[in-house]
């Protein structure tokens, strides 16, 4: 099952066919079960394939809070020349970040220097809880979708350099597209799930640049939760971002940038930038 928010209204595609879908509850942990009732009652009418249109962020509500893990493929972290952290590392995205599949992410005009696309696994919390033991962690998920973990490269090692937090460089505005769709936990295996980051520039050249598994996280999702909710609380709507593989690489004006995952389906994002510097 894939749940898509549209401009036109929320579409669930089941057993191959797409159905409209009213009355969607703003908790994401509740959405299987109001689709599947829909289903069974017969209430959902038929309609197009929702990636046709106009396509909204996959969440009912803008997240309370995003969490990123930082150098959770091993070799990301080798391609800076870094070892894999001790403890998973994590930073926060702003909320104000996410924009949904097929959005333009226009970057400030006054940053004219590199920034970066990054494929990741996104967890959407639909339970909540602390001190959440490893045994029930997955429990507490709703379900999954993409992120693109845009991030301002240059901003962020010079920020390094002075010590300071990787925030502005995570944060400009749509530096966390999110999507196609909400995929309920129940219907995916995380156990070795293709995920794949794919540039197309404006003259038509393609670069596969990231491709990897999730079979290849260093701190798996159920491992997070705990590690995480021994620090802070985790909510409902919460969304936690996995980490990204090798293979990350500069933008320029004119890229459009998929990020996919099998079983979910393929993040869509145009960049638009000022020339490189």
Not at 19 to 44: N, S, V, Y
Not at 117 to 129: M, N, S
Not at 161 to 180: I, Q, S, T, V
Not at 261 to 270: E, P, Q, R, S, Y
Request: proline share 5%.
């Amino acid at each position: 099952m894939r749940i898509y928010r549209t401009d036109r209204g929320d579409v669930v595609e089941h057993d191959g066919e797409c159905f409209e879908l009213r009355g969607l509850p703003r908790a994401a942990g509740a959405w299987r079960a109001h689709a599947l009732d829909e289903l069974a009652r017969g209430r959902a009418a038929r309609v197009a394939d929702p990636r046709d249109g106009a396509l909204l962020a996959p969440l009912a509500t803008r997240p309370g809070k995003m969490l990123a893990l930082g150098k959770n493929f091993r070799a990301h972290a080798e391609e800076f020349g870094e070892a894999v952290p001790e403890e998973p590392l994590f930073f926060n995205k702003l909320p104000e970040t996410v924009v949904g599949s097929g959005a333009r992410v226009a970057v400030r005009a006054w940053y004219a220097q590199r920034v970066d696309h990054e494929v990741e696994l996104a967890v959407v919390i639909g339970r909540g809880g602390a001190d959440i033991s490893l045994e029930h962690a997955l429990e507490h998920v709703a379900g999954y979708t993409v992120a693109n973990d845009l991030t301002a490269r240059s901003l962020q090692g010079h920020d390094r350099e002075l010590k300071y937090p990787w925030f502005r460089a995570k944060n400009m505005d749509g530096f966390c597209p999110l999507g196609p769709c909400f995929v309920p936990r129940e219907d995916l295996d995380l156990a070795d799930l293709a995920v794949t980051c794919v540039v197309r520039h404006a003259d038509g050249a393609t670069e596969e640049r990231q491709r990897a598994s999730t079979r290849d996280l260093v701190v798996d999702v159920p491992h997070a939760i705990e590690w995480l909710s021994r620090h802070l609380s985790l909510y409902a709507g919460d969304v936690i971002l996995m980490g990204t593989p090798a293979g990350v690489g500069p933008l320029v004006d004119g890229d459009t940038v998929t990020c996919a995952i099998d079983g979910i389906g393929a993040l869509v994002t145009a960049i638009a930038r000022p020339a490189l510097t």
